[in-house]
């Protein structure tokens, strides 16, 4: 599948490609082991599927404010609308759970918002969608391998009925994000 190739290059581009000076610690995405234990813990997946989601409420509302595009905007403003949403329902279901996700980002989604904060508006457009693909592409590995492979309970149903929209999302940013 083409896909990954072009995520790998656009994620590169983004974590690392010049935008601005980080360290590798922060600018690494999960390992395999990472997203593996993600998948089968409610804690970790919790974790790493919030800072996710806020990552791509907070650089889609920098796009409303940055975006000079329509297209762009009106991605940015259904992402906002739609993870928002995701974001209650994760944690209604991560409290059935015992798991109370932290508020912060992840230190990869961190770096990658203050990539894109630093950036002038006629370069925001391809860095945001390019940041939008990859984290939609993580997102669906995630959230599929938890439906798959995490514990029954709440958290699990979240992220079996929240993959079809996050694939959904993947599919509508691809031909947003090709230059």
Same mark, same amino acid.
């Given at each position: 599948?083409?896909?990954?190739?072009?995520?790998?290059?656009?994620?590169?581009?983004?974590?690392?490609?010049?935008?601005?000076?980080?360290?590798? =610690?922060?600018?690494?995405?999960?390992?395999?082991?990472?997203?593996?234990?993600?998948?089968?813990?409610?804690?970790?997946?919790? $974790?790493?599927?919030? !800072?996710?989601?806020?990552?791509?409420?907070?650089?889609?509302?920098?796009?409303?404010?940055?975006?000079?595009?329509?297209?762009?905007?009106?991605?940015?403003?259904?992402?906002?609308?739609? @993870?928002?949403?995701?974001?209650?329902?994760?944690?209604?279901?991560?409290? =059935?759970?015992?798991?109370?996700?932290?508020?912060?980002?992840?230190?990869? @989604?961190?770096?990658?918002?203050?990539?894109? !904060?630093?950036?002038?508006?006629?370069?925001?457009?391809?860095?945001?969608?390019?940041?939008?693909?990859?984290?939609?592409?993580?997102?669906?590995?995630?959230?599929?391998?938890?439906?798959?492979?995490?514990? $029954?309970?709440?958290?699990?149903?979240?992220?079996?009925?929240?993959?079809?929209?996050?694939?959904? @999302?993947?599919?509508?940013? $691809?031909?947003?994000?090709?230059?």
């Amino acid at each position: 599948m083409k896909l990954i190739p072009i995520t790998t290059v656009l994620a590169a581009l983004v974590l690392g490609g010049g935008l601005a000076a980080q360290t590798a =610690e922060d600018a690494a995405p999960p390992s395999a082991e990472e997203m593996q234990a993600a998948m089968t813990t409610p804690a970790a997946f919790a $974790e790493r599927a919030a !800072s996710a989601n806020r990552f791509e409420i907070q650089s889609s509302e920098l796009a409303l404010e940055l975006s000079q595009s329509d297209a762009v905007r009106a991605f940015a403003e259904k992402m906002v609308g739609d @993870h928002r949403a995701a974001g209650e329902r994760m944690t209604a279901a991560a409290g =059935e759970e015992g798991v109370t996700p932290v508020e912060a980002l992840m230190p990869d @989604h961190q770096s990658q918002l203050d990539n894109l !904060s630093g950036l002038a508006p006629a370069e925001f457009d391809a860095a945001y969608l390019a940041a939008q693909l990859a984290a939609h592409v993580e997102a669906v590995t995630l959230f599929e391998g938890y439906a798959n492979q995490g514990p $029954e309970g709440a958290l699990k149903t979240f992220a079996a009925e929240t993959l079809p929209k996050l694939q959904e @999302h993947r599919a509508e940013v $691809e031909p947003l994000a090709q230059p």
